[in-house]
């Protein structure tokens, strides 16, 4: 058989629990899908007419493997106004195909088989699948409700042995909407400069933060050098089709992630590079009014599950709420399968995100008001039809 040519490495890794949740609630117009972290709007307006003056002047061939300087150059300035962070473009800015793929080529660049990876949970679920494939050791640490799902300096230092090599985390964090403080972050950077650690940040939902400001590890002291920061341009930006990510940090750990690049996607898509640069230069205003639209969705849609009786903790960053399901004494899976059946609502279930996420279901609010209202009704019948035996606990979360 030819599934026996398949690596072992693949076979071993599951697909996507959120893709696959996607692709249940695909083409079903009866469907509300709260599963796919995607913003409702379309990329501003002025963004893609540059890209279509720049189709029309012939702008189609290759960009250097790092991208576009103008692109770093703006990516650099950006960083530094907005979270205080300095990179130098020329050497510690590189353009990749999404954020995703930054994520890829950091574990790549930095894991040798045996290496061990931090990964604060629940996280986002390709962290874990890459590193399997590429022979590290997945070590994960809860960061869970008691914590307000924030990594403690406690927790990390509990997983710390004599093979932890990488902390790869994502704050705001995504499923659970936590974010980290200066204040919170401060024994976290002692831990890893103490224990030689690298920190791969994925800060993808940087922007969206409601009552902090984004605070980066790499701008706390001593840790630039040991973070490679992660983000792009697909959620704050709404350019997910764009598939535009970067990432920032030490020359010489970039330059290993940029030998992969070459060899691999050699570069980004020129049009959605140049779509980077008039965002940066002249979007920032339709950002900042997403994110207005994000938290007054927020405030409606937490409210309306805690009234329904699902408990959920205040997300302070990112767009998804992740209510608790562990009243209902199903399973998340269990939950997400019946509230897709019965009640036309798609969610992801808790336990894709590792550790902590069982017992939880993460519901995108980055859809329109009436969607998210209309998904709170049918929440609500479906929660009132739930066998009484299994409501039991509930009110008591």
């Not at 950077?189 to 969206?208: G, R």
């Not at 269990?334 to 017992?359: M, R, T, Y």
């Amino acid at each position: 058989m030819l599934s026996d040519r398949i690596s072992p490495r693949v076979r071993e890794i599951p697909s996507s629990g959120i893709r696959a949740f996607f692709e249940l609630s695909s083409g079903n117009e009866n469907v509300i899908s709260l599963g796919v972290g995607e913003p409702d709007f379309v990329t501003p307006e002025h963004v893609r007419a540059a890209c279509i003056r720049a189709l029309n002047n012939g702008e189609t061939g290759y960009t250097p493997n790092a991208g576009l300087i103008e692109l770093r150059e703006e990516i650099a300035r950006y960083l530094h106004n907005s979270f205080h962070l300095r990179y130098e473009p020329a050497h510690e800015v590189m353009v990749t195909v999404g954020s995703s793929e930054a994520v890829d080529l950091a574990l790549r660049a930095f894991i040798s088989p045996g290496d061990e990876v931090i990964i604060p949970a629940p996280s986002y679920i390709a962290y874990s699948p890459i590193t399997h494939l590429n022979g590290g050791v997945i070590v994960e640490v809860e960061a869970g409700a008691r914590e307000g799902f924030k990594l403690t300096a406690k927790a990390l230092q509990k997983a710390i042995t004599p093979r932890s090599k990488i902390l790869m985390m994502n704050f705001p964090n995504n499923p659970t909407g936590a974010v980290m403080t200066y204040e919170d972050w401060l024994p976290i950077a002692e831990i890893v400069k103490a224990n030689n650690l690298i920190v791969i940040s994925d800060e993808v939902y940087a922007e969206l933060t409601y009552n902090h400001t984004h605070i980066s590890i790499a701008s706390l002291p001593g840790m630039k050098e040991r973070t490679i920061v992660i983000s792009g341009f697909s959620k704050a930006f709404a350019m997910t089709g764009w598939r535009i990510g970067y990432a920032c940090g030490n020359r010489e750990l970039l330059a290993a992630m940029l030998k992969i690049h070459q060899y691999t996607a050699m570069c980004a898509p020129i049009l959605g590079q140049i779509a980077g640069i008039e965002s940066l230069r002249n979007g920032l205003p339709e950002k900042d009014e997403m994110k207005a639209s994000y938290n007054q969705r927020r405030a409606f849609f937490i409210n309306g599950l805690r009234e329904i009786g699902l408990p959920c903790h205040e997300p302070q960053g990112a767009f998804y709420a992740f209510p608790s399901i562990a009243g209902t004494g199903l399973s998340s899976e269990e939950f997400s399968l019946q509230l897709l059946n019965k009640a036309g609502v798609a969610a992801v279930p808790g336990h894709v995100f590792g550790a902590g996420g069982e017992g939880y279901i993460r519901c995108c609010y980055a859809v329109s008001q009436q969607k998210l209202t209309e998904a709170l009704d049918r929440i609500e019948r479906f929660m009132r039809v739930l066998p009484a035996r299994r409501m039991t606990s509930v009110s008591n979360l």
